[in-house]
């Protein structure tokens, strides 16, 4: 079944004349699957796909990362409608301020935003905001595809959607940030783990609207009123006055349940007597009474927060399996690696599958005087995975009375009476993984995440079944334990404070690094160069062409670009060529370890022409970037040995060159820049 999209966005089925949330009226075909844009690389990196959507203030694009491994990505374009130099900077200020909003929510279940940029497209500068791919369905595609079936969602499918859903919107509003736009098409049920994603925040649509509302002012011509919200969804007073709160989105995650629940738009279920929507469907008396407060039309007498729905629902706030922090308690006994692998799907409930790993604040070893303690608490959560691997607290632990620690579904309760029934010859085992784990300060939680990933892979048929403590599962206990020594070993050439960062990389650290070096004249791509020789060094097996920094091993990666950094800082791994007085060529040597590379930059004038020429032992990949890297790599990745031409930019040009070689090899790298020179042969 295609789609159709109204100018605001809004997903219809084809069938569909006018739109079923504003009345627009449909365009007769479906739109062109990328605007004309299919094939486009913007801002000189992200390459077009196709269209996701079309709204009111521009579309919506699926792209890949040409600079990223080229993972997929969303680009949002905003195209307001105002002309002129002042009124485009009065825009980019306003999608600035938005931006840098989304930028500062950091939750598993928000797509990560990227960066702001503009671009030329068909004669128009374009502001686009890039965020992270969310593969999977809308909850509005979802119900469309089981009414075609005949069935809606169950009361417990929209239940375990509250459960999971309202931590998250706790979380942005102790942020400060009200969604403005919860709908059935503004949730996406995620693939990988099947936790419900939120994305499509209203502030930058409010921002493009002030831009319009603003400029219309001001040159006094009439404005359009721009609705914020989809009618329904959205509270009477944002829609008409633009007011919203906590409040207004617990409304519209009320009327986006009725929605699921009925298979019918709010506009039918909540005009007139509002509780008629009891006589479309049957749920439990606490839920229906729960929802008509969500609803009510007073927003004083709704819930205010988050919080008091979950209280309502039954909900411990901090029992939440996608709360982004997990704070584990410290035991002063020793702990046991119980190598668990549990589902926590249910009947009748929505079921989580694949594993996704988002990094979480690391929990520290103890402080001195608690002697040989084991970091990490008897069920550290992965943030919406389905595996989790528990180190077991031994007879004398007991949790702490004021705050209850949860069972997961299919976990096996702690029994403060004995230690899990291992053999001895197991316990030891593990007890020998957790104190070198300890030596080199890794956190169990990453460890664990790690670990599990590896299993899965292994044997994706015990993906979503339990590993138990019985004899059956001995075998495959003992082949976790295995594969957890394989990546302590693994691991162990990291330095200590890169190893003792793992599991807590986020992307602050990303710009943290691209600032650094930035402040040296190197850019991104040059320190990625030199952290993937490294990584793939260290780890031949793992792919190329995987979105790396989703996945537990990306924290491994990260580790080695902060080790990365600091080689460049000391000098070591980034060198300055000179050239010295009277002359215009430059010969540097040096020799290269197994998995090392080398950044030069040299200070180079436009319209100078150059010759690079590598001389090697053994073969090498050069790469050459030009001082902004908006501009492509004069080479990249590149077995070619030499490159010569004539510069469109002046400043400081990388050159990095990396080996995959099993020895060392030596070079020589000479660099020539004059107004003339001949061109080499650049074939060899």
């Not at 736009?181 to 949730?187: E, G, H, K, V, Y």
């Not at 040989?372 to 919406?384: K, N, P, S």
């Not at 784990?437 to 015990?462: M, Q």
């Not at 990666?557 to 000179?578: D, N, R």
Request: include cysteine; aromatic fraction near 8%.
């Amino acid at each position: 079944m295609n789609s159709l999209f109204c100018s605001q966005g809004h997903d219809n089925p084809d069938s569909n004349r006018f739109c079923r949330l504003c009345g627009e009226m449909l365009p007769t075909v479906p739109r062109s699957p990328a605007g004309g844009m299919a094939g486009q690389t913007l801002g000189l990196r992200y390459r077009v796909i196709r269209e996701l959507g079309h709204g009111g203030f521009g579309r919506t694009y699926l792209a890949e990362d040409t600079h990223r491994f080229h993972e997929y990505c969303v680009l949002k374009e905003f195209a307001p409608q105002v002309q002129g130099t002042e009124a485009l900077h009065k825009a980019e200020e306003l999608f600035e301020r938005e931006a840098g909003i989304l930028h500062k929510l950091q939750h598993p279940q928000i797509p990560r935003f990227r960066e702001l940029f503009q671009a030329d497209w068909q004669g128009k500068r374009r502001l686009f905001l890039v965020q992270d791919y969310v593969e999977g369905e809308t909850y509005q595609a979802l119900l469309r595809s089981r009414q075609a079936q005949g069935y809606g969602f169950t009361e417990a499918e929209v239940i375990q959607l509250l459960v999971q859903l309202l931590p998250v919107l706790d979380y942005i509003h102790r942020c400060g940030v009200i969604h403005r736009d919860i709908s059935p098409d503004n949730l996406i049920l995620r693939s990988a783990d099947g936790l419900p994603v939120l994305i499509d925040f209203g502030g930058v649509k409010q921002a493009a609207a002030e831009v319009n509302s603003q400029l219309r002012r001001a040159i006094a011509a009439p404005a359009n009123v721009t609705r914020l919200g989809k009618a329904g969804y959205a509270p009477s007073e944002q829609m008409d006055h633009g007011e919203v709160s906590p409040h207004s989105d617990l409304y519209a995650l009320a009327a986006t349940v009725l929605v699921l629940l009925t298979g019918k738009e709010p506009q039918d279920l909540l005009v007139g007597n509002r509780r008629q929507w009891q006589r479309q469907v049957t749920v439990s008396p606490k839920l229906a009474n729960m929802l008509n407060r969500m609803l009510d039309p007073y927003p004083s007498k709704r819930y205010q927060s988050a919080q008091e729905v979950m209280q309502a629902l039954g909900a411990s706030p901090d029992y939440s399996q996608n709360s982004p922090l997990s704070n584990g308690q410290r035991s002063p006994s020793a702990l046991y690696l119980a190598t668990l692998a549990v589902s926590p799907a249910q009947s009748g409930a929505l079921t989580q599958g694949a594993t996704a790993y988002s990094p979480l604040p690391r929990v520290r070893r103890p402080v001195d005087g608690w002697g040989g303690v084991v970091g990490t608490i008897a069920l550290l959560l992965l943030t919406g995975a389905t595996i989790w691997g528990a180190w077991w607290v031994a007879a004398d632990w007991k949790p702490t009375p004021s705050k209850p620690q949860p069972v997961k579904p299919g976990t096996p309760s702690t029994n403060n009476s004995a230690s899990p029934q291992f053999s001895q010859a197991e316990q030891d085992r593990k007890q020998a993984l957790n104190n070198r784990r300890e030596e080199l300060e890794i956190d169990a939680g990453f460890l664990t995440s790690l670990v599990n990933a590896t299993f899965y892979d292994k044997h994706p048929d015990r993906v979503g079944r339990q590993l138990t403590a019985d004899s059956a599962d001995a075998n495959l206990r003992a082949e976790w334990d295995r594969i957890a020594s394989d990546w302590l070993n693994q691991l162990k050439p990291l330095n200590a404070d890169a190893r003792s960062r793992l599991g807590s990389y986020t992307d602050a650290d990303v710009q943290a690094r691209q600032a650094a070096v930035n402040q040296l004249n190197l850019s991104g791509r040059a320190l990625n160069d030199l952290t993937d020789v490294q990584f793939f060094y260290l780890f031949p097996d793992q792919p190329r062409n995987q979105n790396l920094l989703n996945k537990p091993i990306g924290q491994v990666w990260q580790a080695i670009a902060s080790e990365q950094l600091s080689a460049v800082k000391a000098g070591t791994a980034l060198e300055t060529i000179k050239f010295p007085e009277g002359r215009f060529s430059q010969q540097v040597s040096g020799t290269l370890k197994p998995g090392e590379g080398k950044a030069y930059i040299a200070q180079l004038t436009k319209d100078q022409v150059i010759q690079i020429t590598l001389q090697a032992s053994r073969a090498m990949r050069l790469s050459i970037y030009p001082p902004t890297s908006k501009a492509a790599a004069l080479l990249e990745d590149s077995s070619k040995t030499s490159w010569s031409g004539k510069l469109m930019d002046s400043g400081f040009y990388e050159v990095v060159i990396v080996s995959d070689a099993s020895g060392a090899i030596d070079y020589d790298l000479s660099l020539a820049a004059a107004d003339h020179i001949s061109s080499p042969d650049t074939t060899q």
